[in-house]
């Protein structure tokens, strides 16, 4: 004779399914209920998400932010060497003026600019502020066509004094 | 008793949200100054820099310059890992390696800029 299932009442019911929704897992809330494990689609995932100018400069404004915590990193460097003497201070400045420090300050120039002006648009929308569609796509291109124009012209000002 | 307290499931409630807010807020006005003084000096030699930064206030507004970019960096960096790093002991690990990290590119860079202002001057 089989086990006869007990039925889950609703008392049950409630328990579980808070518990369930802390969880926050559709195969964990599946096998409270006695339901076949099925794998739900949570959320949009990165391959049928369409990529548009939010989420590219979402993704833009965190590789910036990693790139420029590199940055620091060499601004240290740069500063211990300026403390440690005009020797150091020369080996340092002979990294940063050579072909592969340019290409990376190149970098961080437009990292820095992006950062900061998509920075600006981020706390213009914790003000609660720039939410619609236009501004948040205008103000999305203005930060990516601003930082371009801004490296450029650090990188012409920097050009000519360079020795 | 965590929803009285306001805190989140992270324990911190809105402090790490904040702190990254005010520390951006005050790093725009810091890194356009700390930029716009190294372009426009007459140049990038060694003497040059130096004099310029052992000026008490160019070497107190560069020194609240590493200590806020390290601390927005770290709060930044911090999320970065947290987000992707999934295993709780790698997660603890890497948390506690750059914060070793950040407090040591941070601290380096604050104390040579304290032996630029101060150092020289016995010279």
Known sequence: ?163 | MSRVLGLGSAKDGTTHWWAQRVTAVALIPLTLWFLISLLTLPGLDYETVRTWLSVPITGFLAVLLVAVLTYHSYLGTQVIVEDYVTSTGMKVLSLMVLRFLYILAGGAGIFAILRVVFGFARL
């Not at chain 1, 932010?65 to 440690?84: K, Q, R």
């Not at chain 1, 103000?139 to 990188?155: D, K, M, Q, R, Y």
């Open chain 1, 1 to 163: 004779m089989l086990p006869r299932k007990r039925r889950p009442r609703l008392a049950d019911a409630k328990v579980l399914s808070r518990r369930a929704s802390v969880i926050g897992n559709s195969v964990a809330a599946a096998s409270i209920f006695k339901m076949p494990a099925r794998v739900r689609p949570t959320s949009p995932h990165a391959g049928i998400y369409r990529w548009q100018i939010g989420n590219t400069l979402s993704i833009l404004h965190r590789v910036t932010g990693a790139a420029l915590a590199l940055g620091l990193i060499a601004l240290s460097y740069w500063l211990v060497s300026l403390a440690g003497g005009p020797v150091s201070y020369i080996s340092a400045a002979r990294f940063f003026e050579g072909p592969v420090g340019l290409i990376v300050l190149f970098g961080w120039n437009f990292a820095f600019w992006f950062h900061l002006l998509n920075g600006i648009r981020h706390l213009f929308w914790d003000a609660g502020r720039g939410f619609e569609r236009t501004p948040r796509h205008l103000s999305g291109w203005a930060a990516v066509l601003g930082a371009i124009a801004l490296t450029l012209c650090v990188a012409a000002w920097v050009w000519p004094r360079l020795s």
